[in-house]
């Protein structure tokens, strides 16, 4: 076992709707400041280990805790959560949207909304609603939005899905400038030689269960 602190463990986690289980007594272990590139089929669990994680879900059973000892509520703020749907208001500018975002963190330090927009490769002062962006530049807006908090753990669900390459490739520099931060990055994927430039460990699901862990041997995590 790793010397180095987890950011995630879970203890015989299970997530059951009626007769079926998403998720099958997981345990596990995500050490700090690595990258995991989580990987199965539709309905392998993948989605639900992260909300589980985000605490968006409960487990039925089992246990999860982050950075040592919190839960998922206690620790809501270290964590960055990117879901399928982009969380954004399609009537406002990406600008507008981060502003309102920014809002809620009252009482916590967050990136100005400019400087997370031009992070991602978009502009800040572009007047055209989100509701008119392609899939890429949404996809960019809200890994944007998720980065205002500057989480120490990022959860990132399908993150190049349905998106076009200049900003898969832009998403990826951004990552892999986080990985370099050493931030803890947990992501789910159908592309695997995609994310292969960011990943310490893939992790292989089916039926709920994790049923192998492949560490990259040489990983520097860059992306050119």
């Known amino acids: 076992m790793s010397a180095d602190p987890a950011a995630v463990q879970l203890e015989a986690v299970s997530k059951i709707y009626g007769d079926f289980a998403a998720l099958r007594k997981v345990t596990a272990q995500f050490t700090a400041g690595q990258c995991y590139v989580i990987l199965g089929e539709n309905g392998a669990g993948k989605s639900t280990l992260l909300r589980v994680i985000a605490g968006l879900l409960h487990p039925t059973f089992?246990?999860?805790?982050l950075f040592g000892s919190e839960t998922a509520q206690e620790a809501r703020q270290r964590i960055g959560y990117l879901s399928h749907a982009s969380m954004l208001y399609d009537e406002m500018t990406a600008?507008?949207?981060?502003?309102?975002?920014a809002a809620l963190y009252a009482n916590a330090p967050t990136l100005p909304p400019q400087e997370a927009l031009t992070l991602v490769g978009l502009d800040p002062i572009?007047?055209?609603?989100?509701?008119?962006?392609?899939?890429?530049?949404?996809?960019?807006a809200a890994l944007a939005r998720v980065l205002l908090a500057q989480p120490e753990l990022l959860l990132l669900d399908e993150p190049f899905s349905n998106i076009d390459a200049a900003s898969a490739e832009q998403m990826l520099r951004v990552l892999a400038e986080l990985r370099r931060q050493r931030r803890t990055i947990l992501l789910t994927t159908h592309q695997p030689e995609l994310a292969r430039p960011l990943a310490d460990v893939f992790c292989q699901m089916c039926q709920g269960e994790i049923v192998a862990w492949n560490p990259v041997a040489t990983n520097a995590g860059g992306v050119a």
């Open 126 to 140: 572009l007047k055209r609603p989100v509701g008119q962006y392609s899939q890429g530049m949404r996809q960019r």
């Open 95 to 101: 600008l507008e949207n981060l502003r309102y975002f």
């Open 62 to 65: 089992g246990s999860v805790h």
